[in-house]
């Protein structure tokens, strides 16, 4: 999937509500499954050190869009 080649080993919370958005615009999620990636993926929740929560994000936000589209 070309988005998920796009996201790269790194991503900021900023980007993914950018994707998510731009996902639910083209009718690519819904709004439960939206919800569910920025939660999965929020600072609060990657508790990790700042050098490496935008590694797990991105690791985190792929995994869970190929799940999405597997289905």
Do not use: C
Request: aromatic share 6%; net charge negative.
């Amino acid at each position: 999937m070309h988005i998920i080649q796009n996201i790269g080993d790194r991503i900021s919370a900023n980007e993914v509500d950018i994707f998510i958005s731009n996902f639910m615009s083209y009718g690519i999620t819904n709004e439960k499954e939206a919800k569910l990636l920025k939660v999965a993926t929020s600072d609060n929740v990657l508790t990790v050190e700042p050098r490496l929560r935008d590694e797990l994000r991105a690791n985190i936000f792929k995994n869970m869009l190929l799940n999405l589209i597997e289905d």
